[in-house]
Structures are given as structure tokens and as C-alpha cells.
């Protein structure tokens, strides 16, 4: 089993450093080219991969691109054109909802605050935060989704079970400049080692400090459970 540094603050230091190594060029992975496409790429990646929404908005931003005409269309028309997507229906009546509210209370614009943004439909605090640092360079957080959820708590970041306390948990251990990149790092080598089913502890950067490697320790820290 691995053994975490401490305090926390230096298990942080030392996690982002191994991971920064690992992912010099670690960043969102969502393909959009304006705060409106950017709103909507996250709304549609909730419990859908990011590759899946790159393929259905290369053609979903060709025919809407402003919030007018997502406030236009039918919420069928949008559930449609989004079929694919894990629940797409749901989503499609999100994109129209969107459209209509930028339009009758943003003058068409995506806000730039956290309570404006989780007050349209189908946002949450994850996707607020995402489009307020891509979209706004406004970092009030750190991105709490499935990855940076279970490795955090996996290294021993914290003990937290939901997405909000552990975002309670981690601002207040990983430095502010860091908190963005911290969320694209934990993405990144949940992707492509820290697996929710089957991590590659042996050929894991972080096994050395990470007090839930499989074969070792015999809880999987992220989930409670026996590996």
C-alpha cells in the first residue's frame, strides 16, 4: 500500500507534481470555439465521454449558433439533432431552456457569474465552473467531476462522498493557480490509469503515495468497497 504524505497540502504538491510530469499538455478535451458552444459541449458531456459530444456538435454548432435559435427550435428538433448523447430528450428540453433564457435575461450573452449560470437549465455547479474559467478566465473553484471525485479520494485528498464537500475539501488544500489545472490533471490519468473498474496501480506514477492501490490496500478508497 502506498503511503500519502502529509499534511494533505503536501500530498497535493506532490500528486500535481507527478501528474504535470505525466501530462505536460493536460487541458479541456471538449472542442468549442466561443462561450455559447462551450455552455453547451458541457451541458451534453454530463455522464456522456467527451469524444462522443466532440462528434455530435461538429454538426449541432453548424446548424445552432446562437441562443435564438436554440430558443426557436422544438425541444424534439434539439433532442434530434443530440441523439446519441446519454439522455438526449432531457438534454434537448436543456438546449431550448438555455436559448430562451439567454435571450430574455442575458441579451443573448452566456453570464459570467456562478448563481446567473446555475440558474439556466441543466447546469450545476461542475458546469459553471467549466465555463466560467475556459469561457471567462474565472476561476472560482475546482471541477469536481467522476475523475477528480474518485482520485481524490483514492490519494486521500479526502473522505467526502459528494462532488460539492469535496470541492469544500480541495480549496482548501490545492493552491488557487492550481485549482484548474488540478481538475484536467486528475482527467487525465483517470483516463488513462486511475480507471474506475480497473486501475493500472503497476504502472500508476502516483502507487508510491497512494494509500488505496489495488493489491495492497484492500478497500478501493474511492467507492468504500473491496477491490
Known amino acids: 500500500m502506498g503511503t500519502p504524505l502529509e499534511p494533505r497540502e503536501a500530498q497535493v504538491e506532490e500528486v500535481t ?9 493536460s487541458t479541456i478535451s471538449l472542442r468549442y470555439s466561443n462561450r455559447l458552444e462551450l455552455l453547451i459541449a ?20 453548424e446548424t445552432y449558433s446562437t441562443p435564438a435559435e436554440y430558443a426557436n427550435a422544438t425541444e ?9 448523447i446519454t439522455f438526449h430528450n432531457n438534454k434537448g428540453g436543456y ?9 430574455a ?16 437549465p441543466g447546469v450545476g455547479r461542475k458546469t459553471a465552473n467549466v465555463v466560467l474559467q475556459h469561457g471567462h478566465d474565472i476561476v472560482e473553484g475546482i471541477v469536481v467531476d467522476t475523475h477528480v471525485q474518485r482520485l481524490s479520494r483514492r490519494l486521500g485528498l479526502t473522505e467526502e462522498p459528494t462532488p460539492e464537500r ?10 488557487r493557480e492550481d485549482w484548474q489545472e488540478f481538475t484536467h490533471l486528475c482527467i487525465d490519468h483517470g483516463r488513462a490509469t486511475c480507471t474506475a473498474r480497473n486501475p493500472d496501480c503497476g504502472d500508476c506514477v502516483l502507487a508510491a503515495i497512494c494509500p488505496s492501490q489495488k493489491g495492497d490496500s484492500p478497500v478501493d ?6 477491490w
Do not use: K, W
Open 17 to 25: 507534481d507527478r501528474l504535470r510530469e505525466t501530462y505536460p499538455d
Open 42 to 61: 458541457v451541458v451534453l458531456s454530463a455522464q456522456c465521454t467527451d469524444e462522443r459530444v466532440n462528434e455530435v456538435t461538429e454538426e449541432l454548432f
Open 76 to 84: 424534439e428538433e434539439l433532442a434530434d439533432a443530440i441523439y446519441g
Open 95 to 103: 438546449l431550448q431552456g438555455i436559448g430562451e433564457r439567454l435571450v
Open 105 to 120: 435575461d442575458h441579451d443573448g450573452e452566456v453570464p459570467d457569474t456562478m448563481a446567473e449560470l446555475t440558474d439556466l
Open 166 to 175: 469535496i470541492e469544500e475539501d480541495l480549496v482548501g488544500i490545492v493552491p
Open 221 to 226: 478508497l474511492a467507492s468504500g468497497e473491496p
